[in-house]
């Protein structure tokens, strides 16, 4: 006997009927004979409903964020109330929490709270006497009884959170996807389904916009070594599990090939190489509250340098603009950008171990003639940039180079993916 | 400079724009130099949206009542963000409590539950610094910490409440009338606004089916001494003030004519007439969980007496079926119905020092050829039955014989009554 805690999001939680299925689950896994914590999110729709209501509210202003929260939590809080009678109608007994019920208490940062801490024992009690315990996902409550919510998938964190605080055996996060792929299955058909992965690569992959989980359940999963499994809300099946790296596990090489297409490039050309002349470039773009992802610099020729970085598009003007500046300055030769890239990197902790994955993931790159702009390297990651005509192209090529592709026939099904 | 508290129902709130008008009340009332504390309900038509995912939740079965109030709560949860929201964009401080928050103590009986302790000392504080607070109606915290729901007109409730324990000089009841009238307007185009009336006076008016205000708030307001005022959303006017009964005020002799269509009568006729007679026929009634309105006994003759009483139309059949088996037993004579009647009622403080009050009723309804089936009377009420057909006539016979009717063109606006 385990203790679970599984987590559905908002497209699973849709309608009446797709929370009977969420029931049906959860009721099926009660019945295998484990404890059942079940975190919702607001039901598909809900959330937008109530962002459109805020925005008439505070108009052309920003909504305020205490009460903006308070608006937001209450989609998760219905959604708790329909999953309980759903229970109860199916003969099961059940309970539910809000945040603030919970309590799970978190810094007073409205809209991107953080948990502080959980009181873990009214659940406790709740499971001792049989019942599934139903948990508001995405939100919790301040010291001064104002409630929170933290921010984008935020219900995964919950999931996860309320795992470590209960000492769960597994976590896991149901999508409308059947886990975790070494690549993006519309892009790559033979894209295969992980039986594994670890928290590291996890942490590369979606950071390097794989959108299945979000980045900081999958760190607070790492930091309170919880299991974390992905799978499908709407078909049968293990799903990934995500664990520490251990002695037992296959390692493959690779583990998975992600790409990002949300990025821009900006270079700055014959820049007088001295010290302290990246943080001249980069302090004002990072003073102008822009995301620097990729940084290369090129070593000096002739006392000059090269320095060439990303950020997201939506921020490409912005920094455009700031470069510019920074140029005449500095008496730079030239400034240019590119929006037409895509990043597009391998991970895998195998990686480690194993000389020549870099020169194998150039060679498929250039055997298809891609040329490649920028390469930067981790210790479980190589990320590239190039053209992004070449993307699919890319892809394919490194998914085949470093043996990825499933058998023939295998079979992937995949709708949109969603992160709530 | 006064405390002021005012309830704003659901189609007072029901879109952003009538928010916005609430907003604009409230402040002003701010400006005029009052503190403020603002209960509002859930937008209008937004608990049936919430009910109607409730009996898909629940199919069948009745939904279950703590889970149906932690949904239904969501709907004055929103109301006070968005409310918040506009009064901040329009400049104000403001600040907002759900019922758990301020935190509005009521026992478990979800669905129905009735306050027993305000926590005032947040609020006090908020108005301190000069804020505009604004609560959600309708709603509170058991001790669990579970969120209950005071049942139907809960907003009034809250709103009462919350007067009481800030010892605020008004509580403004804001609804679509501009206040309570000596009759139904849509009966009788010469109905008047009233400027006052008594806590017993209004309750009488409440219980016999005006639904300005819910018979509970009124009650409440009464018990604790809070000057309570119904005014309208829509028009400036000064509303009706609900006060106790004092010196300076003008007495007048009937404050206003009630009726209730929903009433149907139920006779049995020839019973031996015995002590505990009248237990043996409502006994079985009551059991029935079926409430009993008006109740005449005749005299006795020749050892057998009539006995008739009034329920809910909708308990007609089930109390028609009880009352033909007591009849069986009891060897009554015969049993009969009428469904087609209409309960008319004057109520005044007044009328406790003033004979002839009910021969001037009973006069001016014989004028008009109409025949009175029932009489029942209390220390400020007298209540007929009546044929149906008879009501608009009726009405309007007692509004002029007690000198109710309007000056010759004064301007009587109504539209649909609502509580909420």
Same mark, same amino acid.
């Given at each position: 006997m385990?203790?679970?805690?599984q987590?559905?999001?908002?497209?699973?939680?849709?309608?009446?009927?797709?929370?009977?299925?969420?029931?049906?689950?959860?009721?099926?896994?009660?019945?295998a004979?484990h404890?059942?914590v079940?975190?919702?999110?607001?039901?598909?729709?809900?959330?937008?409903?109530l962002?459109e209501?805020?925005?008439?509210?505070?108009?052309?202003?920003?909504?305020?964020?205490?009460?903006?929260d308070?608006?937001?939590?209450?989609?998760?809080?219905?959604?708790i109330?329909l999953?309980?009678?759903?229970?109860?109608?199916?003969g099961?007994s059940a309970?539910?929490?809000?945040g603030?019920?919970?309590?799970i208490?978190?810094? @007073?940062a409205f809209?991107?709270?953080?948990?502080?801490?959980?009181?873990?024992?009214?659940?406790?009690?709740?499971?001792?006497?049989?019942?599934i315990?139903?948990?508001?996902?995405?939100?919790?409550?301040?010291?001064?009884g104002?409630?929170?919510?933290?921010?984008?998938?935020?219900?995964?964190?919950?999931?996860?959170?309320l795992?470590?605080?209960? @000492?769960?055996?597994?976590?896991?996060?149901y999508?409308?996807?059947?886990?975790?792929?070494?690549?993006?299955?519309?892009?790559?058909?033979?894209?295969?389904?992980?039986e594994?992965?670890?928290?590291?690569?996890?942490?590369?992959?979606?950071?390097?916009?794989?959108?299945?989980?979000?980045?900081?359940?999958?760190?607070?999963?790492?930091?309170?070594?919880?299991p974390?499994?992905v799978?499908?809300?709407?078909?049968?099946?293990?799903?990934?599990?995500?664990?520490?790296?251990?002695?037992?596990?296959?390692?493959?090489?690779?583990?998975?090939?992600?790409?990002?297409?949300?990025?821009?490039?900006?270079?700055?050309l014959?820049?007088?190489?001295?010290?302290?002349?990246?943080?001249?470039?980069?302090?004002?773009?990072?003073?102008?509250?822009?995301e620097?992802?990729?940084?290369?610099?090129?070593?000096?020729?002739?006392g000059l340098?090269?320095?060439?970085?990303?950020?997201?598009?939506?921020?490409?003007?912005?920094?455009?603009?700031?470069?510019?500046?920074t140029?005449?300055?500095?008496?730079?030769?030239?400034v240019f950008g590119?929006?037409k890239?895509?990043?597009?990197?391998?991970?895998?902790?195998g990686?480690?171990?194993?000389?020549?994955?870099?020169?194998?993931?150039?060679s498929?790159?250039? @055997?298809?003639?891609?040329?490649?702009?920028?390469?930067?390297t981790?210790?479980?990651?190589?990320?590239?940039?190039?053209?992004?005509?070449?993307?699919e192209?890319?892809?394919?090529a490194?998914?085949?180079?470093?043996?990825?592709?499933?058998?023939?026939?295998?079979?992937?099904?995949?709708?949109?993916?969603?992160v709530?």
């Amino acid at each position: 006997m385990a203790l679970i805690v599984q987590k559905y999001g908002g497209s699973s939680v849709g309608s009446i009927e797709r929370i009977e299925r969420v029931a049906q689950k959860a009721i099926a896994t009660r019945e295998a004979g484990h404890d059942v914590v079940v975190v919702v999110s607001a039901m598909k729709g809900e959330t937008d409903r109530l962002m459109e209501l805020a925005r008439g509210a505070a108009q052309k202003q920003n909504p305020p964020p205490r009460e903006l929260d308070l608006l937001l939590s209450t989609g998760e809080q219905a959604t708790i109330a329909l999953l309980t009678m759903v229970l109860q109608r199916m003969g099961h007994s059940a309970r539910c929490y809000t945040g603030a019920q919970v309590r799970i208490l978190t810094d @007073n940062a409205f809209t991107k709270a953080r948990i502080l801490d959980i009181d873990a024992e009214p659940i406790d009690e709740d499971l001792k006497v049989g019942r599934i315990v139903v948990v508001a996902g995405f939100q919790g409550v301040d010291e001064n009884g104002s409630i929170t919510t933290l921010g984008r998938g935020g219900s995964d964190t919950t999931a996860v959170a309320l795992a470590a605080a209960l @000492n769960a055996d597994e976590c896991q996060i149901y999508t409308d996807v059947d886990g975790v792929y070494t690549t993006d299955p519309r892009v790559v058909p033979k894209a295969r389904r992980l039986e594994r992965i670890t928290f590291e690569e996890m942490l590369e992959l979606a950071s390097l916009g794989s959108k299945v989980l979000q980045i900081r359940a999958v760190e607070f999963a790492g930091k309170y070594h919880v299991p974390l499994r992905v799978l499908s809300t709407f078909e049968e099946g293990p799903g990934t599990l995500i664990t520490y790296e251990d002695e037992d596990m296959e390692e493959p090489l690779i583990s998975g090939i992600a790409f990002n297409r949300d990025e821009a490039k900006l270079s700055i050309l014959g820049v007088p190489d001295k010290p302290g002349i990246a943080a001249h470039i980069l302090g004002p773009v990072s003073n102008a509250n822009i995301e620097v992802d990729m940084i290369v610099q090129n070593i000096s020729n002739e006392g000059l340098t090269d320095f060439t970085f990303t950020v997201h598009k939506n921020d490409y003007e912005k920094a455009m603009g700031i470069l510019e500046k920074t140029a005449k300055e500095l008496g730079a030769r030239e400034v240019f950008g590119d929006t037409k890239i895509v990043k597009l990197s391998l991970v895998g902790v195998g990686m480690r171990s194993h000389a020549g994955v870099a020169s194998t993931m150039f060679s498929a790159l250039a @055997n298809e003639g891609i040329n490649i702009q920028m390469i930067s390297t981790s210790e479980i990651k190589i990320s590239t940039v190039i053209d992004d005509k070449y993307l699919e192209l890319g892809v394919r090529a490194l998914h085949s180079a470093f043996g990825l592709d499933a058998e023939e026939g295998a079979q992937v099904k995949v709708e949109g993916e969603t992160v709530d």
